[in-house]
């Protein structure tokens, strides 16, 4: 069983930047592929980076193409989301989770964290 512990999340203006970190209590970390899913009040929860375990290979939704980056660091067990240019709709609640590679696009979790509340006013 793999414990994630999300971090980071908070309220910002729209046009600020927040950092995201999701630390694991496995130490197998590094073969897992690493994402951050979100979920609006209201809506289903969807996909915002993936991240791959040994190689790094990253993928983001086109909704946040060039404003957000994932990155993460094997020694420390961590994933991060660098979240630039934020708009009122990234506010969401944030998901860090751990799985397997679908394909170059997608990723299967199976483990999530808690979740971290975004918030961006206008």
């Known amino acids: 069983q793999v414990q994630l512990v999300e971090s980071g999340g908070g309220l910002v203006q729209a046009g600020g930047s927040l950092r995201l970190s999701c630390t694991a209590s496995?130490?197998?970390?590094?073969?897992?592929?690493m994402g951050w899913f979100r979920q609006a009040p209201g809506k289903e929860r969807e996909f915002v980076a993936s991240i791959g375990g040994v190689i790094s290979n990253t993928y983001h939704a086109d909704s946040v193409k060039g404003r957000f980056t994932i990155s993460r660091d094997n020694a420390k067990s961590t994933v991060y989301l660098q979240m630039n240019s934020l708009k009122p709709e990234d506010t969401a609640v944030y998901y860090c989770?751990?799985?397997?590679?679908?394909?170059?696009?997608?990723?299967?979790?199976?483990?999530w964290g808690q979740g971290t509340q975004v918030t961006v006013s206008s």
């Open positions: 496995d130490r197998t970390f590094s073969s897992y592929r």
């Open positions: 989770a751990a799985g397997v590679r679908l394909s170059a696009t997608t990723m299967l979790p199976q483990y």
